[in-house]
């Protein structure tokens, strides 16, 4: 099982800025892709933006221009960059990885940090 430690959540003015990070860990695991997704309060959890390992990265149409997703392959750490930050943006963000390990393909999720973007 690959553990995902996320850290960088905080609270923001509008148009401000935050970087999250999530650092994977774990035995013999190859990262297939990795993820940042968002949860804001009474809505459902959706995906912001990802990065495969080859680099190729997706954005939601929501955050696309403000955001950045990145990855360090050497540490396993993966970045997202957001700027001009908006009150919707407020809500808990999940690190998420697709790995493979022994033959198996696993999903991890982390344990969330919250985002809160104050207008």
């Known amino acids: 099982q690959v553990q995902l430690v996320e850290s960088g959540g905080g609270s923001v003015q509008d148009g401000g800025s935050l970087t999250l990070s999530c650092a994977a860990s774990?035995?013999?695991?190859?990262?297939?892709?990795m993820g940042w997704y968002r949860q804001a309060p009474g809505k459902e959890r959706e995906l912001v933006a990802s990065?495969?390992?080859?680099?190729?990265?997706n954005y939601a149409g929501s955050v696309k221009g403000r955001f950045t997703i990145s990855r360090d392959v050497v540490d396993n750490t993966m970045f997202l960059q957001m700027n001009s930050l908006k009150p919707e943006d407020t809500g808990v963000y999940y690190c998420?990885?697709?790995?493979?390990?022994?033959?198996?393909?696993?999903?991890?999720w982390g344990q969330g940090t919250q985002v809160t973007v104050s207008s």
């Open positions: 998420n990885a697709l790995t493979r390990a022994l033959g198996k393909v696993s999903t991890s």
């Open positions: 774990g035995r013999m695991f190859s990262i297939i892709s």
């Open positions: 990065i495969a390992s080859g680099g190729n990265s």
